[in-house]
């Protein structure tokens, strides 16, 4: 493991920087879904199928990233998943149907997924090295970029096409990650001693208890996980279709809510060493619930925008929470299934939605949203009771 303050510092700083170009990437994307929506032709439950290629790729690489992670290390698999997310950012601009865009969105998926698992492993270990709750910084650098992304694609919405303003992400995420890789892969592991046996592929031996937390943190981070992955994907859709915003403002939907989300993160440390784990989770939850419901249900484009920035805030911890307590109780393998479930609902998410959104309205189905949280934090709060009987 890194052996002094300095080599921890570069490790976080390059961990953070493929956090926030994860995020970036992603956002890019997302506010370019109306415009690719159009010029495929699809219908809101054609785009959502579309999007559950990303969900296929995602959740099946995450299955197999954990047994990457232990044969070549957390740090090479990371910045070869960054590659090939930069690379496929630019292929959904190149397809006329819901098909093709669903086929090159499965590629997408699997390098969205790989990275994740590979980062979350390697943010863990350091949290565990340094013994402060920091991995809400890590998230925070995501949020952070997806906040520039949303932003920039705003700007950049009715100047260039989804074809030139996706390839310009593609260069500009190779740079980041020739200089942001060289540097990871420079950095020894932050593991812990005691998880060597894990590293190598012979998981310790774990009590059911032990199994059903890891699970049940899975499912928070599942439940909180779904309402990101519906904003990025639907919430831009909302403000311009239901709400008549401008392709610029709609854009700043997500842009709103990741903002919200970045500045919860970037407090998460503090927040979370005052009130500990399952009262952050708890208010968070509760905020989002409040949130979520004004940001769908709201008639104007501003309340809608407030909405939002209030689900990004209650959000933004119990994520990061819910991945970190699954590691501490599960190392590497407890990771890799809380990620899976998480960015499941992530993933998984917008395609329901766009099927309720046919069913019903799109407003109304982004209230599903508000229901998960709730389920989230009722979840915590049986969780607690459970580990003080237990």
């Known amino acids: 493991m890194p052996g002094t303050r300095a080599d921890l510092t570069r490790l976080r700083a390059a961990l953070t920087a493929f956090f926030a170009l994860d995020g970036f990437v992603f956002a890019g994307w997302v506010v370019r879904i109306p415009a690719i929506k159009e010029q495929t032709g699809a219908s809101a439950s054609a785009l959502g199928l579309a999007l559950l290629g990303v969900s296929a790729g995602a959740v099946v690489t995450m299955t197999l990233t954990g047994r990457l ?3 070549y290390g957390s740090h090479p698999v990371t910045v070869a998943c960054a590659v090939l997310l930069c690379l496929s950012i630019a292929l959904p601009p190149l397809t006329h149907s819901a098909l093709a865009l669903g086929a090159v969105l499965l590629l997408f998926g699997s ?3 790989g990275i994740n698992v590979a980062f979350n492993s390697a943010a863990v270990d350091l949290v565990a090295v340094l013994g402060r709750p920091i991995m809400p910084s890590f998230h925070a650098a995501f949020s952070l970029g997806g ?5 920039l694609g705003g700007l950049v919405a009715g100047a260039l096409s989804p074809t ?7 260069v500009t995420g190779l740079l980041v990650t020739l200089f942001a890789g060289r540097a990871l892969l420079r950095c020894e592991p932050a593991a812990p001693p005691e998880r060597r046996p894990e590293q190598d592929g012979t998981p310790r031996r774990r009590d059911r208890r032990t199994r059903r937390l890891v699970l049940t943190f899975g499912l928070i981070a599942l439940c909180t996980a779904y309402g990101e992955g519906a904003m990025a994907d639907w919430g831009a859709l909302h403000l311009a279709q239901d709400l008549d915003a401008s392709p610029g403002l709609a854009a700043a939907g997500y842009a709103c809510f990741a903002l919200a989300m970045t500045v919860g993160r970037l407090t998460g440390t503090t927040l979370l060493e005052r009130l500990g784990r399952t009262a952050t989770v708890v208010a968070g939850g509760t905020t989002a619930v409040a949130g979520m419901l004004l940001g769908s249900l709201a008639p104007s484009v501003g309340a809608a925008l407030f909405g939002f920035a209030i689900t990004g805030l209650g959000l933004a911890n119990i994520f990061p929470v819910a991945i970190e307590r699954a590691g501490a109780l599960g190392g590497p393998s407890g990771v890799a299934t809380a990620s899976t479930l998480g960015y499941g609902g992530m993933l998984l998410g917008p395609p329901a939605i766009g099927f ?8 109304a189905a982004l209230t599903s949203v508000a229901a998960l949280a709730a389920v989230a934090v009722l979840v915590a709060v049986a969780t607690r009771r459970a580990a003080a009987t237990g």
């Open 111 to 113: 390098a969205y997924g």
């Open 147 to 151: 906040m520039v992304g949303a932003g």
């Open 356 to 363: 309720m959104a046919d069913w019903l309205s799109l407003s």
């Open 69 to 71: 992670v232990r044969r």
């Open 164 to 170: 030139r303003h996706l390839l310009a992400l593609t």
